[in-house]
């Protein structure tokens, strides 16, 4: 009987720890657009191809691809509508230099009694950087190349990840509003 309830109770104690973990977002933000033309929700969408781009536009793209997928969007390399993005990020929160004290008359000495560091922070140590990506993303009438829908989405995560995790992610939060006007709406 013991060691029944022993797993359950282990179980218990895994599960509900797991579910922030589940329910956090990968990188919690928001998203705004603007509509400037109608845009059928039938409409095919075309996915801009960089040739020769980096690794992380070609995961873009396929994230892109599959989120229209997804989301019951038609794809066709020849649709009406062209979707493309850009953005990037920016590090927010480094610490990579050591504690510092400008204040005058302060003083350390080297010495064997390190009592004066017990609550001093730590020194020289690195905080977990906060990621901010942002990026726009724009839908081009193919004929006239005006843009007929724009969104700006931004979010914050802590430390470094995986790019294709976040870019599945944020293009799952943005298919949804592809057409339609959005301000300010939490992801």
């Keep these: ?96 230099g050591a504690f510092q004290d400008d204040r005058p008359g302060r003083t350390f000495r080297e010495s064997d009694d390190v009592t004066w560091a017990q609550n001093a922070p730590r020194m020289g140590g690195r905080s977990t950087p906060t990621i901010r990506v942002s990026g726009t993303v724009d839908l081009r009438d193919r004929t006239t190349q005006r843009i007929v829908w724009t969104a700006f989405v931004s979010c914050s995560r802590q430390g470094r990840g995986d790019d294709a995790a976040l870019f599945a992610f944020l293009a799952n939060a943005v298919a949804p509003y592809i057409g339609q006007p959005a301000a300010g709406r939490p992801f």
């Design 1 to 96: 009987m013991r060691g029944p309830a022993l797993r359950s109770a282990v179980f218990a104690a895994l599960l509900f720890g797991a579910v922030p973990a589940f329910a956090q977002s990968a990188c919690p933000g928001q998203i705004s657009a603007n509509v400037f033309a109608p845009v059928p929700r039938d409409a095919a969408i075309a996915v801009a191809d960089r040739p020769g781009g980096s690794p992380n536009d070609r995961l873009l793209r396929e994230a892109v691809l599959g989120a229209l997928a997804n989301h019951g969007r038609r794809v066709d390399a020849n649709a009406p509508y062209v979707l493309s993005w850009r953005g990037g990020t920016s590090i927010e929160g480094d610490n990579f």
